[in-house]
């Protein structure tokens, strides 16, 4: 008996649009658990009270602060050009942070990190993170090649000295920053530093897991 060419064809797109529709299924399981995911780490975020609400915004428009002086500062530099060379690129730099020194003379250490803010902190690194994962968090801040790294608002990271990654577990409960600064840790210290010149914006001592 011959093949009806007609229900071949039909029987072939019914299998193409089952494989289709079994796929979009499958993508859409997939999305719904990465919502999930999402939705638990926001539940397992720490709960803060009113007080801590309010310390909070404060350290947020400490930090707005320090990027407002960052920004007068870079609207007086000559921009750099497209085309700028490595060595023009670096003088930019050293003069931005030369710049941005000056600007903030004498700024001393809890500027940003202040008792309460650097009190808060401490909580929420001891209590949050979990407890199987405090000794690999430890571990990896106090093996990095921080030593020698000066603990003095306003001086740069020195460029030969490792930049501690925060790990993910302990980043996801702290509060999140602008692109313009990052956390880095040396030794035991928590540090603020800018992300384009590595200027130590701020630092609180004793904030390890």
Not at 105 to 134: C, H, L, M
């Amino acid at each position: 008996m011959k093949s009806n060419p007609i229900q071949l064809c039909a029987t072939l797109i019914g299998l193409v649009l089952s494989v289709f529709f079994a796929s979009s299924l499958f993508a859409s399981s997939l999305d719904e658990t990465t919502n999930a995911k999402s939705l638990g780490w926001q539940t397992n975020q720490p709960v803060v009270t009113k007080q801590e609400k309010q310390l909070l915004a404060a350290f947020d428009n400490h930090v707005k602060d320090y990027l407002r002086q960052r920004e007068r500062v870079k609207a007086k530099l000559a921009p750099l050009s497209k085309g700028a060379t490595p060595e023009q690129i670096d003088a930019y730099q050293k003069k931005f942070v030369e710049s941005l020194r000056a600007m903030r003379a004498g700024t001393k250490p809890g500027y940003i990190f202040n008792a309460q803010t650097a009190e808060y902190f401490r909580t929420i690194v001891k209590t949050e993170v979990p407890s199987t994962d405090k000794a690999e968090i430890r571990q990896t801040i106090l093996e990095a090649d921080t030593k020698g790294v000066p603990l003095k608002v306003n001086y740069p990271y020195p460029e030969t000295k490792e930049l501690t990654q925060i790990p993910p577990t302990l980043l996801l409960k702290l509060p999140q920053l602008p692109k313009e600064v990052k956390y880095r840790y040396v030794g035991r210290h928590l540090l603020l530093v800018d992300t384009d010149n590595n200027l130590i914006v701020d630092y609180m001592a004793d904030a390890l897991p």
